[in-house]
């Protein structure tokens, strides 16, 4: 069945960069997009960006450009959203899903979740 | 880039009651429209995508309806199980916006 599997909990300080995996098993990682998604506390869902496995091309929301870097091991089956110079407006529990494989902008499968804590 | 906005925020109803959700889009989105089921927690789960196609192991309860800019999610009997935040995501741009949420909770 397919699974995405994130790690768990992180705090870092203001300032730092975080670096987020999320582990495909199922399916064939390299045949569907990664896409990250983030919820801050009590808030709705924001698209932060998607990665194509295959090529490693990647596609950013705006006002991620410049501060979210997403890369991929397909030896391992594995995507990675790094984030940097974080502050507390970016305290949320981070989502990686996969792309549907006809529309690849819906998200079919979904990770647990990673929470970053940004405190000082 | 396009705003979804849901209506209303949070809807307060009881098992059996028919449930009826509104998201418009700011420009047509033809029907590039997904719904998506979130409980305290745990991450989303996609209920339908092009505004009416039921995803696989989805009760028919829910069915969705719209085009263009206004759309609609209806749970015809609303069940335990489905007091939980919907949101509606755009997928006509890349972009992917989703919106606010609503929140379904017990009368």
């Known amino acids: 069945q397919v699974q995405l599997v994130q790690s768990g909990a992180e705090v870092k300080k203001p300032g730092a960069s975080v670096k987020v995996p999320c582990k495909a098993s199922g399916y064939t990682f390299t045949g569907y997009f990664i896409h990250w998604v983030r919820q801050a506390p009590g808030q709705g869902l924001e698209w932060m960006g998607r990665?194509?496995?295959?090529?490693?091309?990647?596609n950013f929301a705006q006002r991620f450009q410049g501060r979210v870097t997403l890369t991929r091991d397909t030896s391992i089956s594995t995507a990675y959203m790094e984030l940097s110079r974080l502050t507390s407006d970016d305290t949320a529990l981070y989502f990686c899903a996969r792309g549907h494989l006809i529309y690849g902008m819906v998200h079919d499968y979904w990770g647990q979740g990673t929470l970053v804590t940004v405190s000082s | 880039d396009i705003q979804m906005t849901q209506s209303p925020s949070t809807l307060s109803a009881s098992v059996g009651d028919r449930v009826t959700i509104t998201c418009r889009a700011s420009q047509s989105i033809s029907s590039w429209l997904a719904w998506y089921q979130q409980k305290p927690g745990k991450a989303p789960k996609l209920l339908l995508f092009?505004?009416?196609t039921l995803e696989s192991g989805v009760p028919s309860r829910f069915s969705g309806s719209g085009s263009g800019t206004e759309f609609t999610l209806t749970i015809s009997s609303l069940q335990p199980d489905d007091f939980a935040t919907y949101y509606c995501q755009q997928y006509d741009s890349y972009s992917g916006t989703f919106g606010q949420g609503t929140k379904v909770e017990s009368k």
């Open positions: 092009k505004a009416t």
């Open positions: 990665i194509n496995p295959a090529s490693g091309d990647a």
